[in-house]
């Protein structure tokens, strides 16, 4: 299957301070990148679709001057955690798809963020 | 809007089969997967199946749809003490965003 590297793999900042997630496409050409978010013992939530060259679409409930997504390539995107709080702790997995994944999502290993 | 359910949990020894059954609420999905999370890791798309078909079978894995009933379920031949990890099924359209159950957590007893 396609592979999607994201990083860093877990991250600890203090409270205040911005925290960028890298992800990428390493085999394929992602015109299209998921954010998620995951809660201990949870599902995924959908946090925003971004499609390469475009402005994010944000879910309901989701603050996008606090969660800033970048998709200026189509084998990268970023999710910048802005003015991070301690509720800002979480699980988050990007994933991609493209025309080549024959619109399948494959998806990163995830970001373990804690905010203290 | 979508619905996607699944139970909690289920246990099982070392070589039986595992069954995790899935139900969703939204007919005009496309596609159906299934994906296996090991802690502090990412999703891994084990299997797929096409809303038009009603089994697909992968190794150990059989997918059985039954699209009247938006039943699906998730067979694993020979359970194996690595399966144990949570299984999410998710529905959706070529390309959109998927919806996703809340995932069965399957353990494995040697």
């Known amino acids: 299957g396609a592979v999607v590297s994201q990083h860093p793999s877990w991250v600890i900042c203090k409270s205040g301070t911005s925290v960028k997630i890298e992800c990428r496409s390493l085999?394929?050409?992602?015109?299209?990148m998921f954010w998620y978010r995951q809660f201990p013992k949870q599902s995924l939530m959908l946090m925003a679709t971004?499609?390469?060259?475009?402005?994010?679409?944000?879910e309901q409930g989701v603050e996008k001057d606090k969660f800033l997504i970048n998709h200026a390539s189509l084998t990268l995107s970023t999710l910048t955690v802005t003015s991070a709080h301690p509720e800002d702790s979480s699980f988050y997995i990007c994933s991609g798809t493209g025309s080549s994944t024959n619109e399948k999502l494959f998806f990163g290993s995830g970001t373990q963020l804690s905010v203290l | 809007g979508e619905d996607v359910e699944q139970s909690l949990f289920l246990s099982v020894r070392e070589g039986d089969s595992s069954v995790i059954n899935c139900t969703y609420t939204d007919s005009s999905s496309t596609y159906l997967y299934w994906y296996k999370q090991e802690p502090g890791a990412g999703l891994q798309l084990l299997t797929y199946i096409f809303s038009n078909m009603d089994m697909k079978q992968d190794q150990r894995l059989t997918v059985l749809l039954n699209k009247k009933d938006k039943h699906l379920s998730l067979r694993i031949a020979d359970t194996q003490t690595g399966d144990s990890a949570i299984y999410f099924c998710a529905e959706g359209t070529a390309g959109n965003k998927l919806t996703f159950g809340g995932g069965t957590r399957v353990l494995v007893k040697p």
């Open positions: 085999d394929f050409q992602a015109t299209t």
């Open positions: 971004s499609n390469e060259g475009s402005k994010a679409t944000y």
